[in-house]
């Protein structure tokens, strides 16, 4: 069971230069979820999307871009990054609102320089 | 507002001794509580979850976590710690029934486990 896949793993970008992160679920989640994680803060959502074509804001959104065009594909894009974006990102997916919990990719460790 | 606090940034234990992971929550809701764990270069797994059935949850490789309501608490325990528990975990609150789950994330408890 491949669950959720991300790519790439890892990412060195120097300042201005833009990028797509790639997620892919095979669980066929209607709930997709872009979250970075940084020491001492735990995870942070960035965008969320509660079915294929919708996108909705999380707690940290400035600065990146999203897409769900097609239902097991959710992509976070960064247009201009940054150092502060300098982070490791995580994908998840869920059945799921409500309780349902959140199936989570292994990360993309991204570095801005 | 709702919040998750892990007691705890680091806690060491010896194999084969009890394992206290502490969270408290504030919730104005009536929570739904998780316990992830993450190791070194892997993203987050379910390790349990409370959602207002049974007080006393099991989850996966012998841990548990108990609900208290009058002490907003969701500590986590496992009676004997194995050298494969070193790992970092997050207690999380789920906020909102219906719809989109907010997940709050505490900052996580780093478990590291001697010989």
């Known amino acids: 069971n491949a669950g959720v896949t991300q790519t790439p793993k890892f990412r060195v970008l120097k300042t201005g230069q833009s990028m797509t992160l790639l997620c892919a679920q095979d669980?066929?989640?209607?709930?997709m979820y872009w979250y970075r994680q940084d020491p001492g803060m735990g995870l942070r959502l960035i965008h969320y999307?509660?079915?294929?074509?919708?996108?909705a804001k999380g707690e940290v959104p400035d600065g990146y871009n999203v897409s769900r065009l097609k239902k097991q594909n959710f992509l976070l894009g960064l247009e201009s990054a940054a150092p502060s974006q300098t982070s490791v990102y995580f994908c998840?997916?869920?059945?799921?609102?409500?309780?349902?919990?959140?199936?989570f990719g292994d990360g993309t460790r991204l570095s801005i320089l | 507002a709702q919040s998750v606090t892990q007691l705890d940034s680091h806690v060491s234990v010896s194999e084969g001794t009890p394992v206290l992971l502490r969270c408290n929550y504030s919730?104005?809701?009536?929570?739904?509580l998780f316990w992830y764990v993450q190791h070194p270069n892997k993203g987050l797994q379910l390790l349990l979850k409370?959602?207002?059935?049974?007080?006393l949850v099991k989850g996966i490789n012998g841990f548990e976590a108990e609900f208290k309501k009058s002490e907003t608490s969701f500590h986590l325990t496992k009676p004997s710690a194995h050298m494969s528990d070193a790992a970092e975990y997050f207690c999380?609150?789920?906020?909102?029934?219906?719809?989109?789950?907010?997940?709050?994330f505490g900052a996580g408890t780093r478990l590291a486990v001697h010989p």
């Open positions: 998840a997916s869920s059945y799921g609102g409500g309780n349902q919990p959140q199936h």
């Open positions: 669980m066929n989640h209607e709930y």
């Open positions: 999307s509660v079915g294929e074509g919708t996108t």
């Open positions: 919730s104005s809701y009536s929570p739904s």
């Open positions: 409370y959602t207002s059935a049974a007080t």
């Open positions: 999380v609150v789920s906020v909102g029934n219906s719809g989109y789950n907010k997940l709050i």
